[in-house]
């Protein structure tokens, strides 16, 4: 995740090493972001610092179809 101020400037990063392939993000009503990854077949709930607040999925293992 890329963190940049309102005029472009970055200001940090974080999630290196935690997303394979990730897919797609949804901002929650509490601000916290919903980080899907289809790499790994996870979905992590986490503050918009980085801290993950709860993973659904156990990463790199698909459930069975």
């Known amino acids: 995740m890329v963190v940049f101020d309102r005029d472009g400037n970055f200001l940090r990063s974080w999630g290196e090493g935690l997303f394979p392939r990730a897919h797609g993000l949804h901002i929650g009503p509490d ?5 899907t990854d289809d790499g790994d077949h996870t979905v992590r709930k986490c503050t918009l610092d980085g801290k993950v607040l709860l993973a659904l999925g156990i ?3 698909p459930p069975p179809i």
């Open 31 to 35: 601000d916290s972001l919903y980080c």
């Open 59 to 61: 990463p790199a293992s």
